[in-house]
Nanobody
Framework: QVQLVESGGGLVQAGGSLRLSCVAS????????MGWFRQAPGKDREFVSA????????LYTDSVKGRFTASRDKAKNTVYLQIDSLKPEDTAVYYC???????????????WGQGTQVTVSS
């Protein structure tokens, strides 16, 4: 089992920034890929980004490219999502996720965090 705990959400004005954190614990060696999803009110949960523990390769959904940056700190078992130039449409619950691969992550992660709320005011 892998446990994921997110933090860093909050209420910000449009144009502002936030950094989300996700600490992984447990059998982390089994999860080569970490990622972020989000779910806006009334919408399905959507993939946002992924990062691999080993080489730090990243992947982003088109709508966040250039504004979102994923990173990881292997020593702290922590992944981050830097969100810049926030827009009201970024308002959602952001979930950390983990899986054996990026493909597995995108198709349905094995592990989920509890989510952290991001609210962007206009």
């Amino acid at each position: 089992q892998v446990q994921l705990v997110e933090s860093g959400g909050g209420l910000v004005q449009a144009g502002g920034s936030l950094r989300l954190s996700c600490v992984a614990s447990g059998r982390t060696f089994s999860s080569r890929a970490m990622g972020w999803f989000r779910q806006a009110p009334g919408k399905d949960r959507e993939f946002v980004s992924a990062i691999t523990w080993g080489d730090g390769n990243t992947l982003y959904t088109d709508s966040v490219k250039g504004r979102f940056t994923a990173s990881r700190d292997k020593a702290k078992n922590t992944v981050y999502l830097q969100i810049d130039s926030l827009k009201p449409e970024d308002t959602a619950v952001y979930y950390c996720a983990a899986d054996h691969s990026v493909a597995g992550l995108q198709s349905g992660p094995s592990y989920w965090g509890q989510g952290t709320q991001v609210t962007v005011s206009s």
